[in-house]
C-alpha cells in the first residue's frame, strides 16, 4: 500500500478533461468552435496532458496567457491553432512567432512591433473589464487598418473578454455584448476569415448569443464550476483529486494541542492523524480548522494550523484509521467549490495554488 501512495499527489483524470470539453463543444450554436484554456498549467492540472485530452474531447483551439506557455505546448508535441491571450515584450514577441501562435494586439505601436513577422494577430476591444483592450472603437478600427498595412501580418480575428458572466441574472453582460457586437460584425465584413470569440466558460453556460465563433472555456474543462456551486449542475466532472497519506496516528488528552500557534487545544480524548501535506503543497493555511480530509470514506475535520509540511486531523476517539492509510483532500466528495467558499476565493486559485511540490499523476477512469 505505501508504495501506491505519495506525500502530496494530484491525480487527473484526463478522460474526465475530454468529456468535459465534449460536453461544452455539443452545447455551442451556430457553428461555434470551442477553445480550451490551458494556461497557467492547465489551470494546475498540466497544460500539455490536458490540451491534448481537450483537444481529444473536440477543442479544435488552445489558448494561454504567455508567449512561453504557447512554445511549452510546441515543445510537447502539441500542434494546432494556439492563442496566446497576453501582453507581450519584444523577445516575447518572437517566442510566439516561433511557436507560430496568434498574438492579441489592441493599440498600432504593437502592431508596428510585430511587424514583418509571420503572425496571426486578434483585436482586443475592451467592452468593460478594464484591463487589457481598448475601449475606442475607433482606436480598434485602426488598428485592424494598420494590421491590414504590415508586411506579414493577418488579421486573425476581434476578441472581447467578459467581467461579469459567472454572475447570473446581472446585466452588465449584456452590456458588455451590444458594445462588441457591431465591431466584431464590421471586422468580419471585412475579414470574412477573422474568428470572433468573446465567452469565457460562465458565458459559454450562460448565454448561446456569446458564441459567435470561438468560445474560449477555461475552468470548466476541468470539470470546475464558473458558478462556482456544483459541477454535477452543468454537468461538468472535476479532473482533479489531492491525495496523501496518514502519516502517524496517537492519541491527544484534554489540553494538550497539536501545531503553531496552539490553534487547536483538546476538550477531550480524541485522536490525531498527521497528514504530511501543507502550505507548500497549497494547503492553504486559512484552512486552518477549516476543512475536512476523507480518510476510509469519512470526513474527517483538519484540527490545528496548517503548516507547510503537515495538516492534523481528528479522527476521533475511536477509530480504524491507520498509518498509510490514503488521505483525500480534494475528491471524495470534498469540491475545490468548498474550499474556495470557505477561504472566500474562487475555484480557479483553489488548483492554480497546488505548487510544483505536488506531484501530477495522469490516468483515464479509475486511479
Same mark, same amino acid.
Given at each position: ?28 450554436? *451556430? ?12 489551470? $494546475? ?12 474531447? *473536440?477543442?479544435? &483551439? ?11 505546448? %510546441?515543445?510537447?508535441?502539441?500542434? $494546432? ?8 515584450? *519584444? ?6 512567432? !516561433?511557436?507560430?501562435? +496568434? ?27 478594464? /484591463? ?19 508586411? $506579414? ?21 449584456? !452590456?458588455? #455584448? ?18 470572433? =470569440? ?7 453556460? %450562460? +448565454?448561446?448569443?456569446? =458564441? ?10 476541468? *470539470? ?36 503553531? @500557534?496552539? /490553534? ?7 485522536? #490525531? ?7 507548500? +503543497?497549497?494547503? %492553504?493555511?486559512? #484552512? ?11 470526513? =474527517?475535520?483538519?484540527? @490545528? ?8 486531523? +481528528?479522527?476521533?476517539? !475511536? ?17 475545490? !467549490?468548498? &474550499? ?13 495554488? #497546488? ?13
Amino acid at each position: 500500500m505505501a508504495a501506491e501512495l505519495g506525500r502530496a499527489i494530484a491525480h487527473v483524470n484526463l478522460a474526465a478533461v475530454e468529456r468535459n470539453c465534449t460536453r461544452l463543444a455539443r452545447a455551442l450554436s *451556430g457553428g461555434a468552435e470551442l477553445c480550451a484554456v490551458v494556461k497557467a498549467d492547465g489551470y $494546475g492540472h498540466g497544460a500539455a496532458p490536458c490540451a491534448a485530452a481537450a483537444r481529444q474531447g *473536440g477543442a479544435t &483551439w488552445l489558448a494561454v496567457a504567455t508567449a512561453g506557455e504557447a512554445a511549452a505546448l %510546441r515543445a510537447a508535441g502539441i500542434d $494546432g491553432r494556439v492563442l496566446v491571450m497576453g501582453a507581450l515584450t *519584444g523577445p516575447e514577441i518572437d517566442v510566439a512567432a !516561433e511557436a507560430e501562435a +496568434d498574438v492579441v494586439t489592441w493599440s498600432e505601436r504593437f502592431v508596428a512591433a510585430l511587424a514583418g513577422r509571420p503572425l496571426r494577430v486578434h483585436v482586443k476591444l475592451d467592452s468593460g473589464m478594464g /484591463r487589457l483592450g481598448t475601449r475606442d472603437v475607433d482606436v480598434a478600427r485602426r488598428v485592424v487598418a494598420a494590421i491590414d498595412a504590415a508586411p $506579414g501580418l493577418t488579421v486573425a480575428g476581434a476578441m472581447t473578454h467578459f467581467a461579469t458572466a459567472d454572475e447570473v441574472g446581472d446585466a452588465f453582460l449584456g !452590456e458588455q #455584448l451590444a458594445t462588441f457586437a457591431p465591431f466584431a460584425a464590421e471586422v468580419k465584413q471585412t475579414h470574412p476569415d477573422a474568428v470572433i =470569440h468573446a465567452a469565457n466558460s460562465a458565458a459559454t453556460l %450562460r +448565454d448561446p448569443a456569446t =458564441h459567435f465563433d470561438l468560445v474560449r472555456c477555461g475552468v470548466a474543462i476541468y *470539470g470546475l464550476d464558473p458558478f462556482q456551486r456544483d459541477p454535477a449542475e452543468q454537468d461538468l466532472e472535476p479532473a482533479l483529486d489531492l491525495r496523501s497519506y496518514v502519516a502517524a496516528v496517537k492519541p491527544i488528552a484534554p489540553g494538550q494541542s497539536a501545531g503553531y @500557534g496552539r /490553534r487547536f487545544v483538546a476538550d477531550h480524548l480524541t485522536t #490525531l492523524a498527521t497528514i504530511p501535506i501543507g502550505y507548500g +503543497d497549497g494547503v %492553504r493555511r486559512a #484552512l486552518t480548522n477549516n476543512a475536512d480530509v476523507v480518510v476510509r470514506g469519512r470526513r =474527517h475535520p483538519l484540527v @490545528g494550523t496548517v503548516s507547510m509540511d503537515n495538516i492534523t486531523v +481528528d479522527l476521533g476517539l !475511536e477509530t480504524d484509521v491507520r498509518c498509510y492509510d490514503e488521505a483525500v483532500l480534494l475528491g471524495d466528495g470534498v469540491l475545490a !467549490e468548498e &474550499w474556495a467558499r470557505r477561504l472566500d476565493t474562487i475555484n480557479y486559485e483553489i488548483t492554480c495554488a #497546488l505548487t510544483p511540490r505536488v506531484e501530477r499523476r495522469y490516468h483515464r477512469d479509475g486511479v
